[in-house]
């Protein structure tokens, strides 16, 4: 998971900030599947996302949790999936954008509406590596589980080649 915490926090060990319930289920609920697709959720922590997708109905799910011994990036699954979703380590969040896309033809991942912007992303966006989607957050999650939140918006970030997501710029 991810959180703005460089202005004078100290960053957790391995970036790990739980995903918030209320922002997993805000992205599952708009998701569309038939039948039951193969999951990969690459940054399982103590696994708030699962948590929601198997609430969800969710069964054929496969993690990854570089603290239990499988690192997302050289893990090998031995397989496709149909849809990644995660809350990446942000430091990391290009490299496990780029590992998912070759997993997947479906990846969604929340990320800091900043990622959209630096010079250094730039030509990696331009590569053809855009989101058809942004699923913005209207409000902004708290990843210490005391309601605190930072001074940073969120939205789910989708790439999909399937067609079965909708395209655009959505508020949640």
């Known amino acids: 998971g991810l959180s703005a915490t460089n202005r004078g926090a100290v960053r957790r060990e391995r970036d790990y900030y739980p995903t918030p319930e209320w922002c997993t289920e ?55 999936f149909d849809l990644v979703i995660t809350n990446p380590p942000f430091s990391l969040a290009r490299q496990f954008i780029d590992r998912s896309l070759e997993l997947a033809d479906c990846v969604v991942m929340l990320l800091p509406l900043s990622f959209l912007a630096s010079k250094r992303r730039r030509d990696w966006w331009r590569s053809g590596r855009g989101p058809t989607a942004l699923h913005v957050l209207s409000r902004r999650p708290s990843f210490t589980g ?24 959505f508020w949640l």
């Not at 929601?52 to 993690?63: A, H, K, N, Q, T």
């Not at 940073?152 to 999909?160: C, G, L």
Request: with cysteine.
């Open 26 to 80: 805000a992205i599952v609920r708009r998701l569309r599947w038939p039948g039951c697709p193969a999951i990969l959720e690459p940054c399982r922590g103590d696994g708030a996302i699962i948590r929601v997708l198997e609430r969800y109905g969710f069964s054929d799910i496969e993690w990854a949790e570089i603290a239990d011994g499988r690192d997302f990036l050289t893990w090998d699954f031995g397989r496709r």
């Open 146 to 169: 005391d309601n605190r939140t930072d001074a940073t918006d969120y939205a789910w970030f989708i790439w999909d080649r399937t067609g079965r997501q909708d395209a655009g710029i």
